[in-house]
């Protein structure tokens, strides 16, 4: 693999997370960013702000330090992740401003609506900063340029970015182990039951690269393979891991805590119109019902005629064993042998 087949592919694996990110709360994420109408496109990353005039509270909490304090409502990304920051990328960064604010798409925005990064999975070498004038400034991880041609270009060091829940997500991409380790623990402190269902396959996909393999990576990655190899990677995990572990690592996951809330509120609900007993039963039988529609792909009311005679004691049971067996034929065999 050559070095810009490894940009390109690190740049699209980040764009990706990005998108599943930031399009639920109004941004549009580009991998893809025409900057004139002759040059070819080019590998930068595009947000741009959807209809909010400045951003929400939402989108705050998405974005790292430095974009989520830019005013403009199109950020471009320059992402170095397999090398750091030199005076090519300082170049491009700044090429890719000037031919974006040109650009058709952009051309009647103002100035201040238009601000470009250069994001930086390498610790920048002192040398490098000093070369272009930039300096720390109050925030972590942030740097900004007192060279005339820079100042509106911020640089982003992720290895330094603070441990707080609106980095985490570029963080991830730190090239140091130990930042990259804080950025998994603030995501499973802060995030993980906020995870919609894609994006939760798509970082397992990515960890299992970066804990199986480190940066060594030879063949094409996709974001689509991604997915798969986290959802592999489950499947490698669990034959190793106790009752208890493997019952505590599905109820961490998105899926599980939305089928847990569906639980305490259907369990409430028809507790009060039911009886509580009763509400409980059917609540818990609709989880085992879930929990198998998403491991094996059936139906929720497959079951539901030999799920539903079945007392809460058994259902709790049937839980376990929906959560720990191997195919849809042995859950299938030990409800006979139940009920």
């Given amino acids: 693999m050559t070095e810009q087949q490894a940009q390109t592919q690190w740049h699209q694996l980040f764009g990706a997370v990005l998108e599943e990110l930031l ?19 080019i590998d930068i990353l595009l947000l741009q702000r959807q209809q ?33 920051v030199n005076a090519e990328a300082v170049r491009q960064a ?98 993980l039951k906020l995870l919609p269902g894609r994006l939760y396959w798509l970082i397992r996909g990515l960890l299992e690269l970066w804990f199986t393999k480190g940066e060594q990576i030879m063949e094409a990655i996709t974001p689509e393979l991604l997915i798969e190899k986290g959802k592999l990677f489950k499947e490698m995990l669990l034959p190793m891991l106790t009752r208890e572990e493997m019952r505590e690592l599905w109820w961490n996951t998105p899926d599980a805590q939305q089928i847990s809330e569906e639980i305490r509120q259907k369990g409430r609900q028809e507790g009060r119109q039911e009886g509580r007993q009763e509400g409980r039963q059917d609540a818990m039988s609709e989880a085992v019902a879930r929990i198998l529609s998403i491991r094996f792909g059936v139906e929720m009311d497959r079951f539901a005629p030999a799920l539903a005679p079945l007392s809460l004691f058994t259902l709790e049971a049937l839980s376990e064993t929906a959560l720990t067996v191997d195919t849809l034929s042995d859950f299938e065999a030990k409800l006979n042998e139940m009920a």
Wanted: glycine fraction near 4%; aromatic fraction near 10%.
């Fill in 52 to 84: 909010a005039a400045v951003w929400t509270d939402e989108q705050r909490q998405r974005l790292p330090d430095g974009v989520r304090d830019s005013q403009a409502s199109h950020i471009l990304l320059e992402f170095k992740y397999t090398e750091s």
């Fill in 94 to 191: 700044l090429g890719y401003d000037v031919f974006y604010r040109r650009a058709k798409a952009a051309k009647d925005l103002p100035d201040r609506e238009i601000q470009s990064f250069i994001v930086s999975a390498q610790t920048p070498h002192p040398d490098t900063l000093t070369k272009f004038s930039y300096h720390r400034t109050e925030q972590a991880g942030v740097y900004c340029s007192s060279n005339v041609l820079l100042t509106e270009i911020p640089l982003l060091a992720l290895n330094e970015l603070d441990d707080k829940p609106h980095n985490v997500f570029f963080k991830l991409f730190a090239s140091r182990m130990r930042a990259k380790t804080k950025a998994l623990s603030g995501l499973k402190q802060w995030w």
């Fill in 23 to 41: 399009t639920p709360v109004g941004i549009t994420v580009q991998t893809e960013v025409d900057v004139s109408s002759k040059p070819p496109r």
